[in-house]
């Protein structure tokens, strides 16, 4: 069993920054390989960002590539998601989520509680 707690979210301006974390317990976190994923009022789940186990290999959705960054500190269970020159798009409740796999569909294994990223105009 792995539990993913997602923090760091809140109310930003358009152009401003923010920095997700999630961190995992409960199993072993150098074995998964990370995602992201967003979803807006009125919209399906979306993909973000993945990273695989090594974080030596990342893929983003087209619509962030430039502007979010995804890492991850195996030592401290931990991956992040540094979000800049953030757009009233952005706003949505984002997920983390881990799988043994490196994917950008959303059929992870486990998922966090979500945490919500609101994006002012």
């Known amino acids: 069993q792995v539990q993913l707690i997602e923090s760091g979210g809140g109310l930003v301006q358009a152009g401003g920054s923010l920095r997700l974390s999630c961190a995992a317990s409960g199993g072993t976190f150098s074995m998964y390989a990370m995602g992201w994923f967003r979803q807006a009022p009125g919209k399906e789940r979306e993909f973000v960002a993945a990273?695989?186990?090594?974080?030596?290999?990342?893929y983003y959705v087209d619509s962030v590539k430039g502007r979010f960054t995804i890492s991850r500190d195996n030592a401290k269970s931990t991956v992040y998601l540094q979000m800049n020159s953030l757009k009233p798009d952005d706003t949505a409740v984002y997920y983390c989520?881990?799988?043994?796999?490196?994917?950008?569909?959303?059929?992870?294994?486990?998922w966090g509680q979500g945490t919500q990223v609101t994006v002012s105009s």
């Open positions: 989520a881990a799988d043994i796999l490196f994917r950008s569909d959303d059929d992870y294994d486990y």
């Open positions: 990273i695989s186990v090594s974080g030596r290999s990342t």
